[in-house]
């Protein structure tokens, strides 16, 4: 089935009340907080609250399952602008909203990734690979498609690995800096990402100092703007790495070991992150390694959830682009639900994909041993014949 293609679910479910039963208990502690519920109830009671929350904000007639799933998808899709036919297949208004969706919020965030992979790219040639692996992973909410996700790692990847000096970095960010400049409602969020991106190695070299601080000049961030941000990150990222175990005085002599424990704590943040977003993809990743995320993940420092929490940006661009906070809770619910079942279809569709090279290698072995047997068994009676043969010839 393409990446893109409808997906029909099991149990006369679609994928946005799909992706609502695979919920884990911290995900859907973070739901029932959204909804105003309480947070420690039953899985059951949770479902039917946001349910019946989603029916009340959709103006639905009931809460029978499909028709709210409907209702919730057509008033998202009159959100955004699409032109929706009446009769259409939920699948495919489910696909036309996530399409939609996720194809604005990548645009608006684009400034904000390229921002981020420029300074990965003039930093450490060896943090380079974890660092972006680090960024995919925030923008998997946003692009929650392999394929499309896949290309965009490629192109980072060929920035970064050019390893242009400042100067060529800066005119390549010409038109990223246009366009901070034009919607200054993205700068704070984009320079934040940039700077934890950059420091996800323990280190925030002199060459990533200096085109930040340019950076910030260019976009008329002032000096003391500069370090009020660099401060601000900097003193929540290494109380996280305390968090995680990090010694405030790391072994000097263990470059390594140091860069490593910067990355996990990270990796740690982005994951324990206490925002529904942050939740979710912890669960895709526990989908991907046949997992299910049901236990409460530890929460980081207080004030850092709040900073990297937000860091995907897919909330962020929803507050810009929704009227009231209502409307943001429920295209967040709706789509990080079908998030959750688009995670839980594509690990599916790895797993079938790689079952299916599996056998056919297992065929292909059992064929050249066939083939292999078969010339073996070939040149033996060739070899048992010719001696009757001669015996014929010269009795």
């Not at 679609?14 to 947070?39: I, N, Q, S, Y």
């Not at 959750?340 to 065929?363: G, I």
């Amino acid at each position: 089935m393409p990446e893109g293609g409808c997906i029909h679910t099991p149990g006369g479910l679609f994928p946005m009340l799909k992706g609502l039963k695979l919920m884990g208990t911290a995900e859907l502690a973070e739901l029932a907080k959204m909804v105003g519920f309480d947070p420690e109830a039953e899985s059951d009671e949770i479902h039917e609250a946001v349910l019946v929350w989603v029916a009340k904000r959709v103006g639905a007639s009931s809460v029978d399952e499909d028709a709210v799933e409907r209702a919730a998808l057509e008033k998202i899709a009159r959100e955004f602008g699409l032109d929706v036919a009446a009769g259409t297949d939920v699948n495919e208004l489910e696909r036309s909203v996530r399409v939609k969706v996720a194809g604005d919020a990548a645009e608006y965030l684009t400034p904000a990734w390229h921002l981020a992979s420029a300074l990965v790219a003039i930093g450490p040639g060896d943090a380079v690979a974890p660092k972006l692996k680090l960024l995919e992973k925030i923008a998997s909410l946003a692009v929650p498609s392999a394929a499309a996700r896949q290309k965009l790692v490629q192109d980072w990847h060929a920035r970064c690995h050019r390893r242009d000096c400042e100067a060529d970095l800066m005119e390549d960010l010409k038109p990223t800096l246009a366009l901070l400049k034009a919607k200054p409602d993205k700068l704070g969020q984009a320079l934040t990402l940039a700077l934890v991106i950059s420091l996800a190695d323990g280190r925030f070299a002199v060459e990533e100092e200096k085109l930040f601080r340019d950076v910030c000049h260019e976009l008329g961030v002032s000096p003391d703007g500069a370090n009020d941000l660099l401060k601000k990150v900097n003193s929540k990222f290494w109380g996280h790495q305390m968090d995680v175990g990090l010694k405030s005085q790391p072994d000097q002599t263990k470059p390594t070991d140091e860069t490593s424990a910067a990355m996990r704590a990270a990796e740690l943040t982005l994951s324990s992150a206490g925002a529904l977003e942050g939740l979710v993809l912890e669960a895709r990743d526990k989908v991907a390694q046949g997992e299910e995320a049901t236990t409460v993940l530890v929460q980081p420092k207080t004030g850092w959830r709040r900073l990297f929490g937000g860091l995907s940006g897919v909330t962020h661009y929803l507050h810009q682009r929704l009227r009231s906070e209502d409307d943001v809770k429920l295209v967040r619910i709706a789509y990080l639900c079908i998030v959750r079942q688009h995670a839980l279809a594509a690990a599916e569709r790895e797993e079938a994909d790689a079952n299916a090279k599996a056998e056919a290698a297992r065929r292909a072995h059992e064929a050249e041993l066939a083939a292999q047997h078969g010339a073996a068994m070939e040149d033996g009676v060739v070899s048992h014949q010719g001696p009757k043969r001669s015996i014929k010839l010269n009795p």
